[in-house]
């Protein structure tokens, strides 16, 4: 059964990583590259990220998408930027409150929580995720794991999030000819997941109580602390700890949300 966190945490969590994205994006500048989404600048990400919160707020009200070029054209628009990211926030935090608990709707990941639960989750690390990326752009290097300013409950969440609700998804294709199961947990929670990976593609479970023996055919261990398994997951720091450095290069070049 997913778990999620209380509804006030996700509206916490989304209005400080829309503080630190803007905090990080004024200080690095909007030329910028960004070190955790090479081809980017920070106006790239500041654009991106406000596009998908403007995105999530129309599902939420049942309105049809806008075209992608006609929020960009918007932003390029916009006397300031971050001005433009701070409307955005607004807007979605607005249009989640508007929402009932009862609404449902059609949502794209998989094993999600009610519909409006769904949408905080996913906006909550999606901002979170996109502050990290700005943070890095700041420091010219991907953030450590002591240096992010969230919790491991929040880290915890968004890891499930990602190997339950994202992997399984048919675009990442990881099929190998036999069979794999990875381990994952985390050091300083009671948090595991184990995933298959097959040819019929991937499917995780919570609470992995199974340990991984050395040398055994087709096993992966990949472990802790929240926060580094967050950052380390999704592709934003190197700092968990992997028993198969070339699995582990596969995930980084496959596991690539962007979008």
Avoid at 16 to 24: D, H, I, M, T, Y
């Amino acid at each position: 059964m997913v778990t999620v966190l209380e509804w006030a945490d996700y509206g916490e969590a989304l209005g400080e990583a829309g503080s630190v994205l803007r905090a990080n994006a004024a200080s690095a500048g909007l030329g910028a590259g960004v070190p955790t989404c090479p081809g980017w600048t920070v106006a790239d990400l500041v654009t991106h990220t406000g596009l998908v919160h403007r995105w999530a707020a129309g599902r939420l009200r049942g309105e049809a998408d806008r075209p992608d070029a006609e929020v960009e054209a918007e932003a390029s628009r916009a006397a300031d930027l971050l001005d433009w990211l701070d409307d955005g926030l607004v807007d979605l935090l607005n249009a989640l409150a508007a929402t009932s608990d009862e609404a449902t709707g059609d949502f794209y990941l998989l094993d999600a929580p009610g519909w409006r639960f769904a949408w905080a989750r996913r906006q909550a690390h999606e901002t979170t995720i996109h502050a990290v990326d700005a943070m890095g752009a700041r420091l010219g290097r991907a953030p450590r794991a002591s240096e992010v300013w969230f919790g491991p409950a929040l880290a915890a969440d968004g890891v499930d999030e990602l190997l339950t609700g994202h992997l399984p998804r048919p675009q990442y294709a990881w099929t190998p000819a036999a069979p794999e199961r990875v381990r994952v947990a985390a050091t300083d929670a009671d948090r595991t997941w184990e995933v298959v990976l097959s040819p019929g593609g991937a499917v995780t479970s919570r609470g992995a109580q199974s340990q991984v023996s050395p040398g055994e055919p087709g096993a992966v261990e990949v472990s802790g602390t929240c926060r580094e398994l967050y950052l380390g997951l999704w592709n934003r720091g190197v700092e968990l700890s992997c028993s198969d450095a070339a699995w582990w290069d596969r995930w980084r070049e496959r596991v690539r949300v962007t979008w």
